[in-house]
C-alpha cells in the first residue's frame, strides 16, 4: 500500500475540540461547484460530481476559529512522529464539507485526483528535491468513504494524458470516513471522496506538507 491509516492516535480530548471548532456556526464555507475545481471530460459512468463547500485553515485568512490551525498541526505533527517524517514546510491546511446526496450510487465517486505534484508551478523551487505528503483528518462520523488509488500523477501536464491516467486507475482500498482517523498519502497518489448518503454532510481536514523523506522510498520518487 502506498498510504497509512492510523486510528487512536490522536487524544480523545484533541478529537472532540477539533470536531466542536469545525462545526462553528460562525465558520466561513464557500460553495464550490464539484470537488477539484476542472471540466475533465470522463467516460467512466463511476465518476459523478457533487458540490461541495470550502473553509481555508492556512494560510492564515482571519476568518477561522483562532483555536483550530494550533490543533491541526498537533494532529500532523503526530501523525509526522508515529510515521518517522519531519515536516519542512506546510503548504495549506482546509476543510472540505460535502452535503448528502441520498441518490449517490455506493459504486460512485468523485473525480479522482491528486493534491499537488512535483512539476506544478505552485511548488517553490527549494521543495522539489522533498517529498510531498497529504493528511486527511476525519473530524466527525459520517458515511461517504474515501478511495485510494493505484496511480501516481506526476509530470503529466496534457489533460488528455491525465483523463486517460485518471479512468485507468484502479482503486486499492476503500477508506470509512471515522471520526479521529488519520490517513497519510503521497500527495501526488490518485484519491477521491464520495459524499454522504445517510448523513447530513461528510467533513474533512486536508493537509499537504513537505518532508525530506517519503512513504515509500524504494519507489524512489521524490514529491511524492
Request: overall charge negative; aromatic content about 8%; hydrophobic content about 35%.
Amino acid at each position: 500500500m502506498f498510504h497509512r491509516v492510523y486510528d487512536n492516535l490522536i487524544p480523545q480530548s484533541v478529537v472532540e475540540d477539533v470536531a466542536q471548532e469545525i462545526q462553528n456556526v460562525n465558520i466561513d464555507w464557500h460553495w464550490k461547484r464539484d470537488t477539484i475545481g476542472t471540466d475533465f471530460q470522463f467516460t467512466d459512468p463511476r465518476i459523478v460530481e457533487t458540490p461541495q463547500f470550502i473553509h481555508t485553515i492556512y494560510p492564515e485568512t482571519g476568518h477561522s476559529p483562532r483555536r483550530l490551525l494550533p490543533m491541526v498541526k498537533g494532529i500532523v505533527n503526530a501523525v509526522c512522529r508515529a510515521s518517522s517524517m519531519d515536516i519542512v514546510q506546510v503548504i495549506r491546511i482546509k476543510a472540505n464539507l460535502i452535503p448528502q446526496h441520498a441518490e449517490f450510487d455506493p459504486s460512485w465517486y468523485h473525480t479522482p485526483h491528486c493534491d499537488i505534484s512535483v512539476d506544478s508551478p505552485d511548488v517553490p523551487e527549494d521543495l522539489r528535491d522533498k517529498y510531498a505528503l497529504s493528511l486527511i483528518y476525519y473530524p466527525v462520523d459520517c458515511d461517504g468513504v474515501t478511495r485510494i488509488f493505484d496511480t501516481f500523477l506526476n509530470n503529466l501536464t496534457d489533460s488528455a494524458e491525465c483523463t486517460e491516467a485518471i479512468q485507468s486507475a484502479r482503486c486499492m482500498d476503500e477508506i470509512a470516513a471515522k471520526q479521529g482517523r488519520c490517513v497519510l498519502l503521497p500527495s501526488s497518489l490518485l484519491h477521491a471522496s464520495s459524499p454522504p448518503r445517510e448523513n447530513q454532510r461528510r467533513m474533512v481536514i486536508n493537509t499537504v506538507f513537505f518532508s525530506t523523506r517519503g512513504l515509500n522510498p524504494q519507489l524512489n520518487v521524490k514529491a511524492e
